[in-house]
């Protein structure tokens, strides 16, 4: 058994001698993904993922001391599914920013990659709807715990997003506009993650087969190029209009 450090109160080892062991652990996790995306943690009792998971509802606590213990359970496992995802592309984008002799097209093309990867993670995985609902709660304030949402994978993405986005664009990766540009961008491909059946719908799909996903990327990436080009182009910080003149020439 070991310490948990937050509770205070001895915790099973997912390796130790509890009948099910660590497939068990991993049985209610995935249920508990799943139930939680769809209704929400406070709509989500401990009795119905130990239930649909073929357990009793003590291995609840027995794993996970209580329901929160096993919501950051789940938010651990997501963010280690997408760390172990993106970090290949990750790292090949951090070399390309690193090398002195990477060209304009070298960062477009690396971002564009970027991109398709987390086309491919939000959209053709089997368990994608399951994160994407996840997500949709903590997002709407339904989720377990108020803590940063964002896992040490989605960081290290915004961050070499962010490093990209500024060197196409000539600003510094810490600037609002930056992130603001890196944000919508990607939000091209976050709709279909959070809302697939509305967004789906409207276009007559009946699902993301592999056609759909390969035509989305195709047009996700176009639209990202003509993004990146008017960014260069513009060659400057955008200003908020000065309010000081509205209603020049009218009368006071």
Known sequence: MTLNSE????????????????????????????????????????????????VNTPAVQYYFDNKEGLYRACREHLGATADAYFGPMLDEAEAILQNEQ????????????????IADYLLRDDKAQQRGLFRAQEQAGRGGIAEDQQNLGT??????????????????????LTLLRLITANGQLMVFHIVPRATLGAIGWQG?????????????????????????????????PDMSKTGEGETR
């Not at 009948?19 to 406070?42: D, K, Q």
């Open 7 to 54: 509770t205070g109160r001895l915790r099973h080892r997912a390796d130790s001698s509890y009948s099910c062991g660590e497939e068990t652990r991993n049985r209610l996790i995935e249920v508990a993904i799943r139930l939680f995306g769809e209704r929400g943690y406070e709509g989500t009792s401990t009795r119905d993922i130990a239930r649909q998971a073929g």
């Open 102 to 117: 990477a060209s304009r097209e070298d960062m477009i093309e690396v971002f564009s990659r970027m991109q398709e990867t």
């Open 155 to 176: 960081r290290r993405l915004t961050r070499v997003g962010a490093a990209l986005v500024a060197r196409l664009s000539g600003l510094s990766a810490e600037d609002p």
């Open 208 to 240: 993301m087969d592999e056609d759909n996903l390969s035509l989305l990327k195709k047009v996700v990436r176009e639209q990202t190029r003509a993004l990146i080009d008017s960014w260069h182009s513009q060659g400057f910080r955008a200003q908020p």
